[in-house]
């Protein structure tokens, strides 16, 4: 008899791929990748354990892969689990320590909006878990180290002063990746996950050990009219250069990225998510913060 089968959607992106070959290492079951072509018949979902969405994009794709993967749940039958990642832009604008009993709120736009959605249809399945993610970081991922990283390079991200004294709720890819596991490994398991690293460090730290990593040295102090520049002016010519760089079919990006006005509101928020819930519910340990920059940097050099 073969293992019970895993549906993972989103498996093509740096996430679900990252998921999907840790699951890989697990005998006690087979992580299939899915998308909108798995077409959601009885045959599909045949000896299904449980379902991933590890779904990243724009708003409307949050929503539709939501939806998918929970209507694959549901057909799939009440005893299949499914894990559900969300992001802790459900948080909105909070300050301070946040705990799962934190109302969500919506007040940071479209995205956090969508994310909140998604969480809706999630719980209309009857067992689930969402996990709600910080800044996932390490070899792959596109946002929080690739994108950071040509930054960094660049020399237009680096010491930010006090714009950049928020806190940065950093969780290296593999422990996300072991955090689906672990709720996959326990039957009984449900409810809301924070997922971030314990006292994580402001995000001018995280630039500059980054930067120093990348041997993008020295790390350049990078003032408030700079930032202004950066986030207003340069902002929309560097977003329509990146678009029509992926239009051509360019394989890198023809120039560093644009500064966006939420990263640099994400820089200055006082947000620090709790992970007790993670480490003591399903065990987690989270990857030192010089091991994951120093992965993450290694593979950006490659």
Same mark, same amino acid.
């Given at each position: 008899?073969?293992?019970?089968?895993?549906?993972?959607?989103?498996?093509?992106?740096?996430?679900?791929?990252?998921?999907?070959?840790?699951?890989?290492? $697990?005998?006690?079951? @087979?992580?299939?990748?899915?998308?909108?072509?798995?077409?959601?018949?009885?045959?599909?979902?045949?000896?299904?354990?449980?379902?991933?969405? #590890?779904?990243? !994009?724009?708003?409307?794709?949050?929503?539709?892969?939501?939806?998918?993967?929970?209507?694959?749940?549901?057909?799939?039958?009440?005893?299949?689990? *499914?894990?559900?990642?969300?992001?802790?832009?459900?948080?909105?604008? #909070?300050?301070?320590?946040?705990?799962?009993?934190?109302?969500?709120?919506?007040?940071?736009?479209?995205?956090?909006?969508?994310?909140?959605?998604?969480? $809706?249809?999630?719980?209309?399945?009857?067992?689930?878990?969402?996990?709600?993610?910080?800044?996932?970081?390490?070899?792959?991922?596109?946002?929080?180290? $690739?994108?950071?990283?040509?930054?960094?390079?660049?020399?237009?991200?680096?010491?930010?002063?006090?714009?950049?004294?928020?806190?940065?709720?950093?969780?290296?890819?593999?422990?996300?990746?072991?955090?689906?596991?672990?709720?996959?490994?326990?039957?009984?398991?449900?409810?809301?996950?924070? *997922?971030?690293?314990? =006292?994580?460090?402001?995000?001018?730290?995280?630039?500059?050990?980054?930067?120093?990593?990348?041997?993008?040295?020295?790390?350049?102090?990078?003032?408030?009219?700079?930032?202004?520049?950066?986030?207003?002016?340069?902002?929309?010519?560097?977003?329509?250069?990146?678009? !029509?760089?992926?239009?051509?079919?360019?394989?890198?990006?023809? @120039?560093?990225?644009?500064?966006?006005?939420?990263? *640099?509101?994400?820089?200055?928020?006082?947000?620090?998510?709790?992970?007790?819930?993670? $480490?003591?519910?399903? !065990?987690? &340990?989270?990857?030192?913060?010089?091991?994951?920059?120093? &992965?993450?940097? =290694?593979?950006?050099?490659?």
């Amino acid at each position: 008899m073969s293992a019970p089968r895993i549906l993972v959607y989103g498996a093509s992106n740096f996430l679900g791929s990252r998921i999907l070959a840790a699951l890989g290492t $697990e005998p006690s079951w @087979t992580p299939v990748g899915a998308d909108a072509r798995t077409p959601i018949t009885p045959q599909a979902l045949r000896d299904v354990r449980g379902v991933v969405n #590890a779904a990243v !994009g724009d708003a409307p794709g949050i929503r539709a892969q939501a939806r998918l993967a929970t209507s694959a749940a549901r057909a799939a039958g009440e005893e299949v689990l *499914l894990v559900h990642l969300s992001s802790m832009t459900v948080y909105g604008s #909070a300050v301070g320590i946040v705990a799962e009993s934190v109302p969500v709120r919506a007040d940071l736009g479209a995205y956090a909006a969508a994310h909140i959605e998604a969480e $809706e249809m999630a719980r209309t399945h009857a067992r689930t878990v969402i996990l709600r993610p910080g800044c996932e970081y390490g070899p792959g991922c596109a946002v929080w180290s $690739e994108r950071i990283g040509r930054l960094l390079i660049a020399h237009r991200l680096g010491d930010l002063g006090s714009a950049g004294d928020g806190y940065c709720n950093l969780i290296y890819i593999d422990d996300l990746a072991d955090a689906v596991a672990q709720c996959l490994r326990r039957p009984a398991i449900d409810g809301v996950f924070n *997922l971030a690293m314990r =006292a994580p460090p402001r995000w001018n730290e995280y630039f500059i050990r980054f930067g120093v990593a990348l041997r993008a040295v020295p790390v350049r102090r990078i003032g408030a009219r700079a930032l202004r520049w950066e986030s207003t002016v340069m902002a929309v010519p560097r977003k329509l250069a990146e678009v !029509g760089a992926r239009r051509l079919g360019a394989q890198r990006p023809l @120039t560093a990225p644009p500064l966006t006005p939420s990263l *640099l509101r994400l820089c200055r928020q006082e947000i620090v998510l709790a992970p007790d819930r993670a $480490e003591e519910l399903l !065990g987690i &340990r989270w990857t030192p913060l010089d091991v994951g920059i120093a &992965r993450a940097a =290694a593979a950006f050099a490659r």
